[in-house]
């Protein structure tokens, strides 16, 4: 499963192995147990990679051969690819442009698509060559 944690700058990407059903049960625990509101609703989310990657044709061409439904890419301009993906959008309330998304698209393809997004990331400070 993929999680994406949005905030007000930024997002962040996670890899877990745990299903989607499993997290969103545990998660549903945690804010009846705190007090919380949960709103779980359908939806999608995107992000943007630099399409001069080298792996974004194989990303293509894994999504055109394995038919993957919950997840779509499409041309920006000349230098940014859109990856779309649909799943579950989860906060505190129910317009919040802050919380999470997760989705499931397979565990190879969650793998290659969460490596890829680490590549583009600014490297932390302190580790600089």
């Not at 545990?26 to 080298?54: H, K, Q, W, Y």
């Not at 779509?72 to 000349?78: K, R, T």
């Not at 990856?83 to 499931?104: H, Q, Y």
Request: with cysteine; charged share 20%.
């Amino acid at each position: 499963m993929l999680k994406l944690t949005y905030t007000e700058t930024s997002f962040y990407m996670e890899r877990l192995a745990q299903s989607l059903e499993d997290w969103i049960a545990t998660r549903l625990i945690l804010s009846v147990r705190a007090g919380e509101n949960f709103c779980v609703e359908p939806m999608t989310a995107s992000f943007l990679l630099p399409a001069d990657l080298p792996e974004v044709p194989h990303l293509q061409t894994v999504v055109q051969r394995e038919g993957i439904e919950a997840m779509a890419l499409s041309i920006c301009d000349a230098e940014y690819v859109e990856v779309s993906l649909n799943g579950s959008w989860v906060s505190s309330e129910p317009d919040s442009e802050e919380g999470v998304f997760v989705t499931a698209i397979g565990e190879r393809t969650e793998f290659f698509l969460f490596k890829l997004w680490q590549e583009v990331q600014p490297c932390p400070l302190g580790l600089r060559d």
